[in-house]
């Protein structure tokens, strides 16, 4: 399954991306700064919520989205 998480860098992204793992998952972290991520081995791509197309580009192809960021996301709402 191709799983998205966004807000990857958070605490619960982190944990969200380590559970998908131990499950057998190959998830795909999204952050507007993936160099912040914790976690080594874990596909990464950028993408802001100011930039409705950085969101396309990143949600393009998955299965599953998991968000765990809050501020700024209820913008695009």
């Known amino acids: 399954m191709k799983v998205r998480v966004f807000g990857a860098t958070g605490d619960q992204g982190e944990a969200q ?30 993408a802001d919520d100011r930039e409705p197309d950085s969101l396309a580009r990143a949600l393009d192809g998955a299965d599953l989205l998991f968000i765990t960021m809050c501020a700024g996301f209820a913008r695009m709402m």
Not at 20 to 46: M, Q
């Open 17 to 46: 991306l380590r559970r998908l793992i131990a499950a057998g998952h190959t998830p795909i972290a999204v952050a507007c700064d993936p160099s912040k991520l914790r976690l080594a081995g874990v596909a990464r791509v950028v």
